[in-house]
């Protein structure tokens, strides 16, 4: 065989796995951007061949509800609202209770829809219905103030109580307030107390400053400076703006073996918390 028939050969060869080459590609290309099409073309192809959307397209609303967050958070996709509000929706068709709060809580925010308050309580009612301590709270806020029904202070401490007894933070703090200043029930400064304790427990440095205030005028508990201190300090270690000076006003106030009792309570706490 001459050089020039194997020079042929050998092109032709080249030829053919290349073209071959070229057209399995193509039909790749096409096949996932079919796939895309299928569904919206605007959003990550990704997504399409992850597990979690067959499941999803099944029927699974656990599925449903955490690919809707997904495209919410843009976690792994390009984010799309609409696309989180269809998978929410789904979930919601089968008694999801937390795709309901999540979606309510886009109806109350307007993201990918417009704002609509009524919505967001039929939807909160709903979880809350199936004791989801969220709703119950986010239910709580809609009757203050007015969101979606009228205002309604009792029940909004009806459902912060809710939330509360179940030890949902925000719902002692904001319960404490509903106490403080007599809305929907009559001012109780022990049950102030009471509800900022539990919030103060649980960290929240703003319930923490409000609770040694209280403990350092006597009020809704026995006047007790050394609490007051070890409160003020654990605010002040939160980012509570006015516990320190609190706090230096207070020692200023103290004697000499309160103040040593009080630091070294504070020393104790550091210790077990770490």
Do not use: C
Not at 98 to 106: K, N, R, S, V, Y
Not at 116 to 137: I, R, Y
Not at 161 to 169: D, N, Q, T
Not at 219 to 245: F, H, M, P, Q
């Amino acid at each position: 065989m001459s050089d020039k028939t194997v020079q042929k050969s050998t092109s032709l060869v080249v030829f053919i796995i290349t073209a071959t080459l070229m057209i399995f590609l193509s039909m790749a290309f096409m096949s996932s951007s079919y796939a895309a099409s299928s569904f919206d073309q605007n959003d990550s192809n990704s997504i399409f061949f992850d597990p979690l959307y067959k499941l999803a397209k099944d029927g699974d609303a656990r599925a449903q509800f955490v690919l809707a967050r997904k495209f919410k958070d843009g976690d792994g996709v390009r984010r799309s609202y609409t696309q989180a509000i269809y998978w929410y929706k789904k979930a919601v068709e089968l008694d999801f209770g937390p795709a309901m709060i999540d979606l309510g809580q886009m109806y109350t925010n307007g993201h990918g829809v417009e704002v609509n308050f009524k919505e967001a309580v039929k939807l909160f009612s709903a979880a809350a219905d199936q004791g989801m301590v969220t709703a119950a709270f986010n239910l709580g806020n809609m009757y203050r103030l007015g969101h979606g029904v009228k205002i309604d202070m009792p029940k909004a401490v009806e459902y912060y109580l809710k939330a509360a007894e179940k030890g949902f933070l925000k719902a002692q703090y904001n319960l404490a307030l509903m106490y403080l200043y007599g809305q929907g029930v009559k001012p109780d400064e022990k049950q102030v107390a009471h509800w900022y304790t539990k919030a103060a427990e649980q960290g929240y440095a703003p319930a923490q400053f409000y609770l040694a205030n209280m403990y350092e005028e006597g009020r809704g508990v026995e006047k007790n400076l050394i609490d007051a201190y070890r409160w003020y300090a654990l605010a002040a270690e939160g980012g509570e703006s006015n516990a320190y000076e609190s706090l230096q006003l207070l020692s200023m106030n103290m004697k000499a073996d309160e103040l040593a009792e009080a630091k070294k309570r504070v020393s104790e706490n550091n210790v077990a918390a770490q």
